[in-house]
């Protein structure tokens, strides 16, 4: 069974600022993704950005980049100059790629706060 | 190109009714998912389908129903409401090959059991 641990129920950034958002994974699979979505105030799911296990290069989009350790299995997000509307909910979440169903293990979770 | 959509966005009922929430998709997608989101938690995983005429279990499956008669529909059933089971729903569907294996949520359904 997979997992997904994210630490830090809560955290504040200064605005323009960058901040790192933790999250470790357990899996004995060897090809899965993991993923990371924004669920800002208003509820919808927020795709961020994606990291294959098989990727060599740490994946990034826009102010977004994923800083993956394989052996340490964390797949932390950081956030660059952090805006006021980054102000949500943050999910890290697995996929196991073997497995037929593509079904997301989801963390529970970080509340990232941007003040001005 | 509406995306993921959900019917209805908000639900109060009694305990013991029955309801149908409706998940509908127009990006031909073969994989749809429903899960639930718990005050505190992540989305956990009710119950999902590979295919039209297919489902299956996920992590909490008991007290719900599903069918998936058409590709682009998915329902969740609920035969006997329960005050756990308020929670708010999302759907969310996925291609078969995707660039980044994405799923694609809908905008969720706040349910309250009372």
């Known amino acids: 069974a997979q997992k997904i641990t994210q630490t830090q129920p809560g955290m504040f950034v200064q605005e323009k600022e960058a901040v790192t958002l933790d999250c470790t994974y357990d899996?004995?699979?060897?090809?899965?993704?993991l993923f990371w979505y924004k669920q800002p105030s208003s509820g919808e799911m927020i795709f961020l950005i994606y990291?294959?296990?098989?990727?060599?290069q740490n994946a990034t989009e826009g102010r977004y980049s994923l800083n993956f350790q394989k052996a340490r299995k964390s797949a932390n997000l950081v956030i660059s100059a952090s805006q006021l509307g980054d102000s949500a909910m943050y999910f890290c979440?697995?996929?196991?790629?073997?497995?037929?169903?593509?079904?997301?293990?989801f963390g529970k979770g970080t509340k990232l706060s941007v003040i001005p | 190109n509406a995306g993921v959509t959900q019917t209805p966005k908000f639900r109060v009922l009694k305990t013991g009714q029955s309801m149908t929430l409706l998940c509908a998709q127009d990006?031909?997608?073969?994989?749809m998912y429903w899960y639930r989101q718990d005050p505190g938690m992540g989305l956990r995983l009710i119950h999902y389908?590979?295919?039209?005429?297919?489902?299956a279990k996920g992590e909490v499956p008991d007290g719900y129903n599903v069918s998936r008669l058409k590709k682009q529909n998915f329902l969740l059933g609920l035969e006997s409401a329960a005050p756990s089971q308020t929670s708010v729903y999302f759907c969310?569907?996925?291609?078969?090959?995707?660039?980044?294996?994405?799923?694609?949520f809908g905008p969720g359904t706040r349910l309250t059991v009372l």
């Open positions: 969310a569907s996925r291609p078969g090959l995707g660039r980044y294996n994405e799923q694609f």
């Open positions: 899996t004995s699979d060897q090809s899965y993704g």
């Open positions: 990291q294959g296990s098989y990727d060599e």
């Open positions: 979440a697995m996929i196991v790629l073997e497995a037929g169903s593509y079904q997301l293990t």
């Open positions: 990006m031909n997608h073969e994989y």
């Open positions: 389908s590979v295919g039209e005429g297919t489902t």
